[in-house]
Nanobody
């Protein structure tokens, strides 16, 4: 089992920055591939970024490439999402998913564990 707790969300003006954290506990974190997804009202959960268990490879949605950076600190059992140049369309609840089972990293159903989410609101 893996328990996930997201934090760091909030209200920010367009062009601003936020750093989200996903703290984990339970199963050995360093063996778990992790991803960030987001869900806006009335929309499906969409892929944002993913990182392998070692942190050696990262993956991004085209909409955030060059603006967001995913990283992890296995010593702290934490995955981060640094978000810069935020836009109003980035407004959503951001979720951390862990335990990727293979296949596409951009598909939410390929992850076994989820946190409760953290709200990010970007004002124009």
């Amino acid at each position: 089992q893996v328990q996930l707790v997201e934090s760091g969300g909030g209200l920010v003006q367009a062009g601003g920055s936020l750093r989200l954290s996903c703290a984990t506990s339970g199963r050995t974190f360093s063996s778990v591939s992790t991803g960030w997804f987001r869900q806006a009202p009335g929309k499906e959960r969409e892929f944002v970024a993913a990182i392998t268990s070692s942190g050696g490879s990262t993956y991004y949605a085209d909409s955030v490439k060059g603006r967001f950076t995913i990283s992890r600190d296995n010593a702290k059992n934490t995955v981060y999402l640094q978000m810069t140049s935020l836009k109003p369309e980035d407004t959503a609840v951001y979720y951390c998913g862990a335990g990727w089972r293979g296949g596409s990293r951009a598909i939410a159903t390929q992850y076994d564990y989820w946190g409760q989410g953290t709200q990010v609101t970007v004002s124009s």
